[in-house]
């Protein structure tokens, strides 16, 4: 398979690249904005075009309008768009497109998961596109069809059940854990133990974490990154994740992390602030 890659960050550029390259596919050409993404796709008619939302030179969603344009003079060109955070205005632009099918809309934060990626940039001409979830940054997110969507979901563990986009859309793998410890529930409990009121909490709590860390990328930098404790420390602007066997930020004991569901993802939390039930 033949694609085109447009991905401003050179190192994540490369990543993206050398990936599909590992995976048996021809990577025709690699490139940082989208006036180069519309000379690349004329020049070597891939099969699938992967691009980022934003690009140069404005930085808000010029790669999602080259791919726009793309699908527009070809209805059947296969699209995969990378973002930051999930925006339904994004992805409902995208499916607007062309054809409803081959287009596909992904998480920067789930490109380290190899075989969800791999899976994702090889949409073919016919393939549907997965039904996002409520997007919690969106101003008419749906709170409670986002629980109902938690609830359809009683068999899986619900850290897992966070980190499916068609249930909440935009939740990626650190707020995943930094959600449950705010909300003190164990990231291995099973949804359907979970009783209401615990999940509309957890979907409070996300929709609140998730849009105060919404800003642009170079007020996060200015701030150190993601924030979720609210204090100004650089070092402590996290509750639980990338700190194992540090003391907890509430009760000093020490934070814990395993690997969890099926894309072997890493989860953070508190045994004595979340205790198992």
């Not at 490369?14 to 990577?27: D, N, W």
């Not at 497109?97 to 940039?121: C, N, P, T, W």
């Not at 930020?249 to 198992?276: F, L, M, N, V």
């Amino acid at each position: 398979m033949r694609v085109v890659i447009a991905e401003d960050g050179l190192i994540v550029r490369e990543g993206i690249a050398g990936m599909l390259r590992h995976f048996g596919h021809e990577v025709a050409a690699a490139v940082g904005d989208a006036p180069a993404l519309l000379a690349a796709v004329a020049a070597h008619r891939p099969d699938v075009v992967v691009t980022d939302v934003r690009m140069p030179p404005g930085y808000s969603d010029e790669g999602l309008q080259a791919a726009i344009a793309l699908r527009a003079a070809d209805p059947d060109l296969p699209v995969l768009v990378l973002s930051q955070y999930v925006e339904q205005t994004y992805a409902a632009e995208l499916l607007d497109s062309g054809r409803s099918a081959g287009v596909g809309y992904l998480l920067k934060d789930r490109i380290g998961d190899v075989a969800e990626f791999v899976d994702a940039s090889t949409i073919d001409r016919e393939g549907p596109v997965a039904e996002l979830g409520p997007d919690v940054l969106s101003e008419s997110f749906d709170a409670a069809e986002a629980l109902a969507r938690l609830q359809a979901r009683g068999d899986m563990e619900i850290a897992d059940a966070l980190l499916d986009q068609r249930a909440l859309a935009g939740i990626g793998n650190v707020f995943k854990s930094e959600v449950l410890f705010a909300a003190r529930v164990n990231p291995f409990t099973k949804v359907g133990t979970l009783d209401e009121a615990t999940l509309a909490r957890i979907v409070t709590i996300a929709q609140r974490q998730m849009r105060a860390n919404a800003g642009e990328a170079d007020t996060m930098a200015a701030a150190g990154g993601r924030r979720t404790t609210n204090r100004l420390d650089p070092s402590a602007r996290l509750w639980v994740y990338g700190r194992r066997g540090l003391p907890c930020r509430r009760c000093g004991a020490a934070i814990q992390r395993a690997k969890q569901g099926p894309d072997t993802r890493s989860t953070y939390w508190c045994e004595r602030c979340q205790p198992r039930t």
